[in-house]
């Protein structure tokens, strides 16, 4: 069950159209198929009753079958054939015969819907000859039958003819269109992830050059200097980041958070030479660029602190916990350095470091709230909109 709800879920999610539609079909003839079994039961019909039922069942199995493949025109052709089979046992024992007959308009639109305009074309010619051939058995076999009457078999006809012709402009005007806006949005999709790509490169060129700066200074009182452009590059590269994981994934729009982070504090270990153990925990939450890029700032601000200032000679190294949870259209972003330090908060909120005023000016631009305290390690809880 759980497999299968997650199929459904794949497939909304992935919100293609004809898939969604096809998912759409099964669940509503299943319930269909299943209140007719019952409908037929209560009145009597314990045949139509036990053949509604199964097919409700077999239908569930295509369905089940349908998400684990993901082949539509297989399982619309299948679908189908359930649909007409079921239509002319019914219409042709005369039990619910007038229901049915609407059926074979409906299966005209799921033609022109499903496949391209030729084969739909070709599956109306034959679905039409298949009901005519129904519906001349029956004219010979049921004379009486209003259902089978000159007059009744003439608005089967004209109805169909209708109805194709419909479908037909329905294909030409909706499907089509669907389709160049499809191939469009690809476009615009391919446009954006070059966009990505070109920016995360001008922006690892400007890292570049500051690395081959850094490496130039090798003056120890040019200390100060290395260390400032050793942040600065740092900056840049976690910018640098979210670009380069807007390229390679599917979403353009929104960025991963748990990789993106768990990303950043490799790198930030890495350029200082460390490995401090950092534990990144979160719903699967996926934010926007925009967002995505403050919150790298402000995690590389403290990364770097944490690492920087990390264990003194003799201490055990902290480890870091990162934690991001969604609560309504809140976002609560969870710092917590985890050791046996000491931090005098009034000072750490009021100093001047470029680092804090980066934290606290970001925080602002997102209209969030920043708390800090001291928790076995120092603590920073920071809620925004999200």
């Not at 007409?84 to 074979?104: C, H, K, N, R, T």
């Not at 329905?170 to 806006?181: C, F, G």
């Not at 922006?203 to 003056?219: T, V, Y």
């Not at 350029?271 to 660029?289: A, C, H, M, Q, W």
Request: charged fraction near 20%; hydrophobic fraction near 45%; glycine fraction near 6%.
């Amino acid at each position: 069950m759980c497999i299968f709800r997650g199929c459904l879920k794949r497939i909304f999610r992935h919100k293609d159209h004809k898939e969604m539609m096809l998912a759409g079909l099964y669940l509503s003839s299943i319930a269909i198929f299943l209140l007719l079994g019952i409908v037929a039961g209560l009145m009597g019909y314990e045949t139509i009753c036990w053949i509604k039922l199964g097919i409700s069942l077999f239908s569930s199995v295509l369905l089940y079958a349908y998400l684990k493949s993901g082949r539509i025109q297989v399982y619309v052709i299948l679908l189908i054939l359930v649909v007409e089979i079921d239509s002319a046992y019914v219409m042709l024992s005369q039990d619910f015969g007038d229901f049915v007959m609407i059926y074979p308009f409906f299966i005209i639109f799921g033609f022109f819907f499903f496949f391209g305009l030729r084969v739909a074309v070709w599956m109306t010619v034959i679905h039409l000859l298949y009901w005519l051939g129904i519906s001349v058995y029956g004219h010979i076999s049921f004379p009486e039958d209003p259902t089978f009457q000159v007059i009744s078999l003439t608005n089967i006809i004209v109805s169909s003819i209708i109805a194709t012709v419909f479908a037909y402009f329905y294909h030409i005007s909706t499907e089509l269109t669907y389709e160049e806006l499809e191939q469009a949005n690809r476009q615009k999709g391919i446009l954006l992830k070059e966009i990505h790509h070109r920016i995360k490169n001008n922006l690892n060129k400007i890292s570049s050059m500051i690395g081959l700066q850094i490496l130039s200074l090798k003056d120890e009182n040019e200390a100060g200097t290395v260390e400032v452009l050793r942040k600065s590059k740092l900056r840049i590269e976690a910018m640098a980041m979210v670009h380069d994981t807007l390229y390679k994934n599917e979403n353009l729009e929104k960025v991963r958070f748990e990789k993106y982070i768990k990303n950043l504090s490799q790198l930030v270990n890495q350029t200082y030479g460390k490995n401090l153990p950092v534990e990144v925990r979160s719903d699967d939450i996926f934010l926007p660029l925009e967002v995505m890029m403050k919150i790298g700032l402000i995690v590389n601000e403290l990364l770097t602190n944490s690492i920087k200032y990390s264990s003194p000679d003799g201490e055990e190294e902290p480890r870091i916990l990162i934690i991001l949870t969604k609560e309504k259209n809140n976002c609560i972003l969870t710092y917590h350095q985890k050791s046996n330090q000491t931090v005098e908060i009034g000072s750490l909120e009021k100093g001047n470091t470029l680092g804090m005023k980066l934290i606290r000016l970001t925080v602002q631009e997102m209209d969030g709230e920043m708390d800090v305290s001291n928790d076995r390690g120092l603590k920073f809880v920071i809620c925004f909109s999200c």
